[in-house]
């Protein structure tokens, strides 16, 4: 059955026909996140004539300059599931410490990790356990495979909301005309191998020698394995990653010399991405891990990224831990040296 054009709602109903292990908030909590959306969408389209334009004149905890779209973004999400009663716990790139939204929330609770507005939106669902061995800040240290929904809303001439809840990634398109997200993308697959690498090449000269390595390999000619790659990067995470999943290809933002971990989070950046692209049959990794594996440390972590196609992620990995391997054989070749 066609079944472009379902709603958001109508299409989790069928979802969780399909697949009734899916645990039933999640319609709730997608259509909270779409309410967001919309939110946004319409002031992003009105922020010229409404005075959000500029900068607050604040440094959030990133250390960066708090634009006042920023500040908007944040708060309708928090608005939105305040009273919710879905969420206990919501994580913010925009704050310092968790906010608790405690006096609503229903016993199912859950944790909301967002990425507000960066050209889009990047969110991530987890279960709240309750664990009397641990303390509150670490039991929101969550490994990304223990995400139950991940996704990202891109605004634009067209606002898309791309879903995953284990079962496939899903992609909706806001109609202006009724106000509704619909379906346009459905079980979205992201090709093996690519054609296409995104990377900021202004930090070349920083990176890693491995890493420049492999994107002198892309960019290098040999028909056989299909190269030269093409370039494409806009600067906005999740436009760059959006294309990739559609298109295939790699996306990656290395650490470097002086910066080994890298800039993008990894809670509510690189792990909802990450299981994006799995459940759409790619990969995510830091070069050396894949990213859905890793043990956070601390709320606003920072890792290395490399994700899309699998094939592609695969062939950055073995230039990434090349080095390793190099090392590592200088070390055995100098304990037989001195044996």
């Known amino acids: ?20 292990s899916m645990p039933g908030k999640l319609s709730a909590l997608l259509s909270h996140i779409g309410l967001a959306a919309k939110m946004i969408a319409k002031k992003l389209a009105e922020a010229g004539l409404d005075n ?54 229903r016993e199912d609770k859950h944790i909301l990790m967002i990425d507000p507005l960066d050209g889009s939106s990047i969110f991530s669902f987890y279960r709240k356990i309750e664990d009397s061995r641990q303390d509150a800040s670490e039991a929101l240290l969550r490994k990304g495979s223990e995400q139950i929904a991940a996704g990202y809303v891109l605004y634009g001439p067209s606002t898309m909301l791309v879903y995953t809840c284990g079962e496939g990634v899903y992609g909706f398109t806001l109609h202006p005309g009724i106000g509704e997200f619909l379906l346009s993308h459905e079980n979205i697959k992201i090709p093996a191998k690519g ?3 995104s990377v900021n090449e202004g930090n070349y000269n920083r990176w890693q020698p491995t890493v420049q ?36 290809g790699i996306y990656l933002y290395p650490g470097n010399r002086e910066k080994p971990e890298g800039k993008l989070r990894l809670l509510y950046e690189a792990s909802p991405l990450a ?52 090392e590592l054989e200088r070390r055995r070749s100098h304990a037989k040296e001195n044996t």
Request: avoid cysteine; charge should be negative; proline fraction near 3%.
């Open 52 to 105: 959000i334009l500029g900068q607050t004149g604040e440094i959030n905890v990133q250390g960066e300059e708090v634009k006042k779209l920023d500040r908007f973004t944040n708060d309708a999400f928090i608005r939105t599931f305040e009273y919710s009663g879905l969420v206990s716990t919501l994580i913010s790139e925009e704050m310092e410490k968790p906010l608790h939204l405690t006096e609503y929330s």
């Open 1 to 20: 059955m066609e079944k472009r054009g379902l709603t958001l709602s109508d299409h989790f109903m069928i979802q969780q026909q399909a697949h009734p």
């Open 275 to 326: 299981f994006v692209a799995e459940q759409a049959g790619g990969r995510a990794s830091t070069g050396n891990q894949r990213i859905l594996d890793i043990q956070p440390q601390k709320i606003h972590q920072r890792v290395p990224l490399f994700i899309g196609s699998l094939q592609d992620v695969a062939l950055a990995e073995e230039f990434v831990q090349a080095r390793k391997k190099l």
């Open 213 to 248: 390595q492999f994107v002198d390999y892309l960019r290098e000619e040999d028909r056989q394995t299909g190269r030269p790659y093409s370039a494409r990067y806009v600067g906005a995470l999740v436009a760059d990653f959006h294309r990739t999943i559609l298109e295939g």
């Open 195 to 197: 054609k296409t690498y």
